[in-house]
Antibody, heavy 119, light 109 residues
């Protein structure tokens, strides 16, 4: 069965960096686009970034552009999000999700990893 | 930027009743790129509907989606206790690539 397991969250100071990982299993990872979506405490969902199956197409939300970098390692069935210059407003649960290209929806989500940016 | 506005913000109903949730886009969007998700406390969102009206795998047929252009609807024909949750609509388009509605809380009356 499809599984997405995020890791790497934690407490970081403003201006700091963190790298999130998402380990995928149960499907052919290299065939799928992937995405990161976040949810601030008590708030709604916010799309963060998206990467194509071969990593040749990447998009970011304006709120993270220039600070976050999405990447993937198809040999390791893993998705990453390198976050730098972190701000308090980046505090959220970060989910990785699989993208269905034809209709651009997210059909499977991980359980999420909490990132807290605070001094 | 396309903004999705969901209404009502909170819907209070009883099990067995019919729920109608609305998602309105600030400009016309492709039905192919409209999805609905359900989220329960401390859980990840779960896909319900994609392409505006196609049910995801394993989703009961009491859930249905409809709409086109700027107005989309998620209907739950007869509410079960496990249906009380937060519901989000989502669209894909031009920058930003994805937007979500602010959510509708479906609570037990």
């Amino acid at each position: 069965q499809v599984q997405l397991v995020e890791s790497g969250g934690g407490l970081v100071k403003p201006g700091g960096s963190l790298r999130l990982s998402c380990a995928a299993s149960g499907f052919t990872f290299s065939d799928y686009y992937m995405s990161w979506i976040r949810q601030a405490p008590g708030k709604g969902l916010e799309w963060v970034s998206y990467i194509s199956s071969s990593a040749n197409t990447i998009y970011y939300a304006d709120s993270v552009k220039g600070r976050f970098t999405i990447s993937r390692d198809n040999a390791k069935n893993s998705l990453y999000l390198q976050m730098s210059s972190l701000r308090a407003e980046d505090t959220a649960v970060y989910y990785c999700a699989r993208v269905i290209v034809a209709t651009r929806h997210f059909d499977y989500w991980g359980q999420g990893t909490l990132v807290t940016v605070s001094s | 930027e396309i903004v999705l506005t969901q209404s009502p913000g909170t819907l209070s109903l009883s099990p067995g009743e019919r729920a109608t949730l609305s998602c309105r886009a600030s400009q016309s969007i492709s039905s192919s790129f409209l999805a609905w998700y359900q989220q329960k406390p401390d859980q990840a969102p779960r896909l319900l509907i994609y392409g505006a009206s196609s049910r995801a795998t394993g989703i009961p047929d009491r859930f249905s989606g409809s709409g086109s252009g700027t107005d989309f609807t998620l209907t739950i024909s007869r509410l079960e206790p496990e249906d009380f949750a937060v519901y989000y609509c989502q669209q894909y388009g031009s920058s930003p690539r994805y937007t979500f509605g602010q959510g509708t809380i479906l609570e037990i009356k």
